[in-house]
């Protein structure tokens, strides 16, 4: 079963204009609920393997590879991208970066003048095909609004609940 965590684009970007809603979304999409076990010589860990998707009107964009992971054991990357993401909400910041250990991918939030926030996400591709790090990458940037990354928050919430539920059996 697919677990999806997403951000779409707010709607009326453009004031003043009776233009057509146009909405894109950015996606983590974690197909498998299996964690994946990795021993080194000091401790266990766990990690999760997700697939990233843009989407926009007409137009799907999908990166998958069994490199893109997150961090499940010794630390939550799931769990830390939360907790981040709501002290960026709260506070003064201007801008808020996400690199997960293995850095497939950055996930930055800006806020905008008019109350609004600005998501970049990079891909960079070759880390997860060639095993090292290219950033040679290319990136997504759609407007969003707060509601919307409150809606991303809590399906984080969703998905902590599923893996607890999950492995617990």
């Known amino acids: 079963m697919p677990f999806n965590l997403s951000i779409r ?3 009326n ?29 000091h401790e266990s860990n766990a990690w999760i ?20 992971l997150l961090s499940l054991k010794p630390l939550s990357e799931i769990n830390r991208l939360k907790k981040e993401i709501e002290a960026f909400l709260s506070s003064d910041q201007k801008s808020f970066s996400f690199e997960p250990l ?37 990136g997504l940037r759609l407007y969003t609004d707060k509601e919307e990354i409150n809606k991303f928050i809590s399906q984080i919430d969703e998905l902590n609940e599923f893996l607890h539920n999950f492995h617990s059996d």
């Open 102 to 138: 293995e850095p497939n991918l950055e996930l930055v939030l800006e806020k905008s003048n008019n109350g609004k926030f600005k998501l970049f996400c990079w891909i960079d591709n070759g880390n997860a095909e060639l095993t090292h790090y290219t950033w040679d990458s290319f």
């Open 9 to 11: 684009s707010s709607k």
């Open 49 to 68: 393997n997700y697939s990233i998707v843009f989407k926009s009107p007409n137009k799907k964009i999908s990166f998958e590879s069994k490199n893109y």
């Open 13 to 41: 970007q453009v004031l003043d204009h009776n233009w057509p809603d146009l909405e894109s979304s950015f996606n983590l999409i974690f197909q498998d609920p299996e964690i994946s076990q990795r021993k080194n010589c």
